[in-house]
């Protein structure tokens, strides 16, 4: 592979299915991520990420790629727990991707629950 040519779109597939099909023979339980469409995220809280880490990016060269490899097929698993999310990306060769975020903390007021039962104050949880 030259250096200076990136993958090309079946190639990228093809590797992505290659690796998937060896991991799931040697008994990982893979969850791969698909789209269709330019839509990357359907849901308010998928589409808010993505609007939080555009937000993030320095010089519009960390998201695009990844970009790239969802639409290819490339994202071989994804998990997430509270904090974390966790994925195995092929690409020109294999990615462990972690990101990480702290919880937000629940603040609340002395008497919150009883002066405003059932109200929203931004920032606490009453």
Not at 59 to 87: F, H, Q, S
Request: glycine share 8%.
């Amino acid at each position: 592979m030259d250096d200076e040519m990136p993958l090309k779109r079946e190639d990228l597939r093809k590797r992505a299915e290659e690796k998937a099909a060896e991991l799931a023979a040697e008994g990982m339980e893979l969850r791969p991520v698909t789209v269709s469409g330019r839509t990357l995220a359907k849901r308010f809280w998928g589409k808010e990420w993505m609007k939080s880490l555009s937000a993030c990016e320095v010089y519009g060269m960390r998201l695009a790629p990844g970009r790239t490899y969802l639409r290819y097929g490339c994202v071989l698993d994804l998990k997430t727990v509270p904090g974390r999310i966790d994925a195995l990306v092929m690409g020109e060769h294999l990615y462990e991707v972690c990101i990480q975020a702290s919880p937000r903390m629940k603040r609340r007021l002395p008497g919150c629950a009883h002066d405003a039962p059932g109200r929203l104050v931004p920032g606490l949880i009453c």
